[in-house]
């Protein structure tokens, strides 16, 4: 039997590298939500074993529908939360709604994903699920609040979730990437002077990294060989947080 | 709520294997244990807007007496 993969965002960064990765092998049924198809038209064209959803993760009450329309017959074996959103904003202009605007992709829409998938309808037993948090979800940085506190949400609910769904060897880890270069990263250093993107690459001992480096991790935290890995927080930075 | 509503909704929520009737012991289903206790406070947290304590959850055996806690003039 095919194994049933869930991805969010599928069209761009790490998610798009680890759907590239996926469909090699075809035994793998990937399932990808994002928004904006035409980024990724060539897995798309070339792929019967992979299912594109247009679906706005912002519109969290309709992931109920999701489920019932896209995946009503669809048991899960995996789940990697990609879709993340970063913003550059000193506290005192962190208004409510900014900050409610960075949980509801970073955090929100993977809970209620969660909610979904944790039932025993849609998942198998054994499955793993993924949150892609980030080196700053444990250190901090200036103009960070609300990216900083979305991502150290997510450990909290992979701790958590761990122990719930232990019962049904479901394993639910967060990998924490420094610095990649993906285009929320180009976003970052357009938002700041060039000696800040220079001080932050010089951060990281081994250089920044490239989507591919994180794609291993990710192959074997979906993979058996770590069934008995749940509840971590996998650091993968080029050592930037060991300074 | 009909009493036949109810047990469907418990099926669901605890995802129990098998349907259950008011005689149904919940303590003796395989899948009791600590986190299906949870679901059960929560769903019935969610349906009457009661919390059951943890008092609650140790006397509770068969679904009716599940009832008789939840109070039966809740129950049609």
Redesign the interface.
Known sequence: MKKSILITGVTSGIGKAIAEELLLDSNIQLFGIGRDRTKIQHLINNNVNFTFINFDLFQIDKVEGLFKEEFNDIKFSGFIHCAGIEETLPISLYTPEKVRSIFQINVFSAIELLRFLS??KHSLDGASFILMSSVMGELGQAGKVGYCSSKAALLGVVKSLAL?LS?RVIRVNAVLPGIVNTPLTEKLFEQLDEENVRKIKSMHPIGIGEVSDVVGILMYLLSDKSKWVTGQNFKIDGGYSIQ | MEIEKFLKLLVEEL?LESPLTVTTNLKELEEW?S?VAMMLIGAVSNEFDMTLSAKDIEEITTVQSLINKIGVEKFS
């Open positions: 039932k025993k719930e019962k | 995802e244990d986190m």
